[in-house]
């Protein structure tokens, strides 16, 4: 404890005592000097308060310098918590609980009682005897006694936020005590406000930092999957037209050299049956016009394979095992390369998207193994599973440098990116000289 230096105290002689920037007060001092010695006091402890930022250090040297300028034993700082009818003891000071007796009395109830009237009853409480006071509701075992007693509320905007508690003066506290404290405490109470306030604020500033840091990580990976989409979109319309364009070329190659060829014989074939007429060669005629028929069944023949390249209707009508099939029949009929099909597990109809996925998927890979492999024969087999369809096509042909050739050859990344369209998988295998094999896995929808 510290000796009686307040102005308000008697002190036994002169001296220095330097803790607050004043000198020791002769007895006889005037009450205008004991004023200005209290300001003084007050200044000096102001200012080293205001140097305290974080509520934890305002609170702790709150309460030590009250219990010094009011020669208390010990003391408390109570803060209410918001919405709920007790108060938390934020600091103490002068006493020295066990980790127990904090934990099971850190948080009290606020009902009538001499400690807690300051906060409900905003209004300084003192007490020469709390011991025997009236409104003494008893102390938790453990607790030092306590005698003397000064009880001031924390205030803002004449709200109580909690109260500072000195007890065990030697003396009884009095009228200057009182009013000296709750003039600190006001003071103490601004600062515990502000000192909350920067708290929250350093939180919300770092929550913001937070939120900024995530959502420009956010904005990054956004930015970097557009810029992703975008690329993937101009190389899928790259490969849009030029599939268009081969497509287009493909159909007039085929008008060409099919239809062209055989509607320019059909004519020819009329115009001559027609000549045969008007010279009277019946016979002759006849046979000119059943030459033209002919000539026109095949023309029909071709438009339907034209029309049946384009889209499939065998594949809505009899489903992708059947369509497939029939692929593999019209690739071994049009390149006389024979064409082996086999169907592994229970085949089912898939959604039509998918199902056109596959029968593309089989088209392409026969129509590589046809230009390019020169095999001696070609396998397909189609695997359905519980969960996914397989689908192999395997050859004997010349075959491929997988990583050179797939980078390079358009047929072969469609294949890949309609497998990947329905997130499936495939693997390529080709040896030279010792043909190829393309495993396209699709899983089925649930």
């Not at 010695?37 to 609170?59: C, I, K, M, T």
């Not at 086999?342 to 193994?369: C, D, H, K, S, T």
Request: charged share 25%; hydrophobic share 40%.
């Amino acid at each position: 404890m510290c000796p009686s230096t307040l102005p308000w105290d008697t002190a036994p002689a002169v001296g220095a005592d330097k803790r607050y920037g004043h000198e020791m007060v002769p007895r006889t001092m005037t009450t205008d000097a004991q004023s200005l010695e209290r300001l003084r006091a007050l200044y000096n402890l102001s200012l080293e308060l205001s140097g305290e930022q974080s509520v934890d250090s305002v609170l702790s040297t709150a309460l030590r310098q009250c219990l010094d300028l009011t020669e208390s034993e010990f003391g408390f700082i109570g803060l209410v918590v918001p919405d709920r009818p007790v108060m938390e003891i934020a600091a103490i000071e002068g006493f020295h609980p066990a980790a127990s007796f904090f934990a099971d009395y850190r948080v009290i109830p606020l009902r009538p009682n001499i400690f807690a009237n300051s906060v409900l009853e905003n209004r300084a409480v003192r007490s020469e005897d709390a011991l025997a006071d009236p409104s003494r509701v008893g102390q938790p075992a453990g607790h030092p006694p306590v005698r003397t007693f000064l009880g001031v509320p924390l205030r803002i905007d004449d709200r109580p936020i909690g109260m500072i508690g000195v007890a065990n003066r030697s003396s009884p506290y009095t009228d200057d005590h009182e009013q000296l404290t709750l003039t600190y405490a006001a003071q103490i109470a601004i600062l515990i406000r502000n000192a909350q306030l920067l708290e929250e604020l350093k939180r919300s500033n770092e929550q913001l930092e937070t939120t900024v840091d995530n959502r420009t990580r956010e904005l990054n990976r956004a930015k970097d999957e557009l810029v992703a989409k975008a690329t993937d979109l101009r190389e899928a319309l790259t490969q849009t037209v030029d599939a268009q364009e081969r497509e287009r070329k493909r159909i007039a190659q085929d008008i060409h050299d099919g239809l062209n060829q055989l509607l320019i014989g059909a004519l020819l074939q009329v115009k001559s049956g027609k000549d045969r007429m008007s010279l009277g060669n019946l016979e002759t005629a006849d046979e000119a016009l059943d030459s033209a028929l002919g000539v026109l069944r095949q023309v029909d023949a071709e438009i339907r394979r034209v029309v049946h390249h384009l889209h499939p209707p065998n594949l809505e009508a009899l489903g992708l095992a059947a369509a497939t099939r029939r692929l593999g029949e019209r690739f071994e009929e049009y390149s006389d390369i024979p064409c082996e099909f086999q169907i592994v597990g229970n085949q089912q109809r898939l959604p039509p998207a998918l199902e056109i996925a596959i029968y593309r998927i089989v088209q392409e890979a026969l129509q590589n193994a046809g230009a390019h492999a020169h095999p001696t024969k070609v396998r397909v087999v189609m695997s359905f599973e519980p969960d996914a369809v397989t689908v192999v096509i395997e050859d004997d042909g010349t075959g491929f440098d997988v990583e050179t050739v797939v980078a390079g050859h358009y047929g072969l990344r469609t294949i890949r990116d309609r497998a990947a369209e329905f997130g499936g998988a495939l693997v390529m295998t080709s040896t030279a000289e010792a043909g190829s094999r393309i495993a396209v896995t699709i899983p089925l929808p649930a």
